[in-house]
């Protein structure tokens, strides 16, 4: 489903990579990303027939049932819980997916707010772990974050500074290498096509073997940010000092959108609650 005209600014300097993106129709952007979210939350690996017939409860429709498995893996506005609003966290993780996927072709085999199990609690591990084939396999380890932090020339503290920072993240992830090629072979087994699955394992075999003439590894931060909000130093040091992340190379994205966090989040639950209601 198309979403419209993306304004895109691109400061990059090779081999790292820097934009920004910014919806020209903010309404149709996110409806297509809830609906892209209630896609992931609601459709069954094995395909629903129109009619199911249970002993001792009668015949249901695969929409009805469809509309029982939203209620309970589809999580409703709980942005009470600040930083730890699935559904805050949610949008992200969405909108990164499908900005991975529509501008880098990325292959991303297992998405944490599809696969995840409870509604109420947001996935654990990398945010999405995607692969980019061409003369080499291309590793793409996705953090992301929503921040509507006010700074003065500087990054928000989600990128550089916070415990759980993008740059704490991304270091971890270099620095444990042996924990990252463990998490790529379990991305391969719950790959749902033989060509996701193989491009995965050949991935991770290739870091595993440390041959660089075969591999690439990309450090990818997603930032969601009130367009308000962003200014350049949002970048952090992954744009200051990005031999911080060696092996990899760093790419840095930024989606911008209009209004205030209380305005995008309200927008995006009523999104999401149509495309539920709409099954």
């Known amino acids: 489903m198309p979403w419209g005209s993306i304004a895109s600014s691109d400061t990059s300097v090779d081999p790292h990579h820097y934009s920004t993106h910014e919806p020209d129709d903010f309404s149709t952007w996110i409806e297509v990303v809830a609906a892209e979210y209630v896609k992931l939350r609601t459709t069954f690996a094995a395909p629903l027939p129109e009619i199911l017939d249970f002993a001792g409860t009668g015949s249901f429709s695969g929409a009805a049932i469809k509309a029982r498995v939203a209620k309970a893996t589809v999580p409703t506005a709980d942005y009470d819980k600040g930083n730890f609003s699935v559904l805050r966290s949610d949008l992200s993780e969405v909108a990164a997916y499908m900005l991975l996927e529509r501008t880098f072709g990325t292959e991303i085999a297992f998405k944490l707010v599809r696969d995840r199990e409870l509604k109420k609690l947001p996935g654990r591990g990398i945010d999405a772990i995607g692969v980019e084939v061409g003369n080499k396999h291309v590793i793409v380890l996705t953090e992301v974050k929503f921040s509507d932090e006010a700074c003065a020339a500087k990054a928000p503290q989600v990128v550089d500074i916070s415990k759980d920072s993008m740059r704490a993240q991304h270091r971890g992830h270099m620095k444990e290498r042996s924990e990252t090629i463990d998490k ?80 995008i989040l309200n927008t995006w639950a009523g999104a999401v609650e149509k495309q539920v209601g709409a099954l």
């Open 184 to 263: 790529l072979y379990d991305c391969a087994r719950r790959a749902g096509t033989d060509s996701e699955r193989n491009n995965v394992l050949a991935a991770a075999m290739y870091l595993e073997q440390e041959l660089w003439e075969k591999v690439d590894v990309v450090s990818c931060c997603v930032l969601v940010r009130p367009k308000d909000r962003h200014t350049d130093a949002d970048f952090g040091t992954f744009h200051a000092t990005p031999l911080d992340y060696q092996p990899a190379r760093v790419r840095f994205l930024v989606w911008k959108l209009p209004g205030d966090m209380e305005t």
